[in-house]
């Protein structure tokens, strides 16, 4: 029994030295040096896009002196994304006056009066923010139809209190790279 556990230790021994020999072995094989000969790329170019855009006409969307209830004044303007990159657009709108809040707006793109194409309808003086979408680079363009109406609230005596009442507005169209 003696002589069997002692030739059990010198395997186990001697295993253990084959293990430790081919570890160090592999870990010595895998070292090397390696070199390539550098590679230079001349002439890489940049150039930064543009978001640039153009209205039609000049001067107000619209305008109305001398309004009257159930009146309705019509304007609109196209804008043009004349940049080279494409951009995420934004029509706000800010309005002041005493009549103001009575007149109400409503503003379509690209189909005048088609009810799918309504991208605000509200007061004049409500029109905050209104995403409109991506222009495509390089001449993507969209029409804006504006209708203004001076509604009657139902009675003279409230209607007669527009009288000699008056509001301006102005309308902002803002991108940003999309």
Known sequence: MRH???LLSKKIALTAAAVVTVSVAAAGGTYANFTATPVTIDSNAFAAGTLEMTRSGSGAVLSAANMV??????????ITNSGSLA????????????????LELVVYKDSDGVTGAKIYEGSLADLDSVALGTFAADG????????VTLPSTGSDAADNAFQGKSASASFTWSATQS
Do not use: M, N
């Open 4 to 6: 069997l556990k002692t």
């Open 69 to 78: 209830v159930d009146q309705e004044v019509t304007g609109s303007v196209t």
């Open 87 to 102: 951009g995420d657009y934004v029509l706000e709108g800010s309005a002041s006056g005493d009549l103001a809040p009575a």
């Open 140 to 147: 993507g363009a969209h029409t804006f139809y504006f209708h």
